[in-house]
């Protein structure tokens, strides 16, 4: 079965930084794509960035310039470096990839989620 692995979450100060990992493994065929969605309490999850099979990205308005999201293929990996950290950013992040499973039944897969809280 395919799992998603998330980690590099915690407090950290308005205007730190942190990378967020997130490691595909189990019966996989093809990635198409990765992505990082977010969900703050009393809102809906909401897309935060999204990188494809051809390396190509977009972002949600409120995190351009400041978030960036990269894949590593040999791994399975996508990563995103969040910077100059906002308290409007503290949410549970959570990582998300279409990907094609040994069934040949093309589906979205969830991790479970990392808290980002930014904080004084």
């Known amino acids: 079965q395919v799992q998603l692995v998330e980690s590099g979450g915690g407090l950290v100060q308005p205007g730190g930084s942190l990378r967020l990992s997130c490691a595909a493994s189990?019966?996989?065929?093809?990635?198409?794509?990765m992505a990082w969605y977010r969900q703050a309490p009393g809102k809906q999850r909401e897309l935060v960035a999204h990188?494809?099979?051809?390396?190509?990205?977009n972002y949600a308005d409120s995190v351009k310039g400041r978030f960036t999201i990269s894949r590593d293929n040999a791994k399975n990996t996508v990563f995103l470096q969040m910077n100059r950290l906002k308290p409007e950013d503290t949410a549970v992040y959570y990582c998300?990839?279409?990907?094609?499973?040994?069934?040949?039944?093309?589906?979205?897969?969830w991790g479970q989620g990392t808290q980002v809280t930014v904080s004084s």
């Open positions: 998300n990839t279409d990907a094609l499973p040994l069934s040949y039944r093309r589906r979205a897969y």
């Open positions: 990188i494809t099979s051809e390396d190509n990205t």
């Open positions: 189990g019966g996989i065929r093809t990635i198409y794509s």
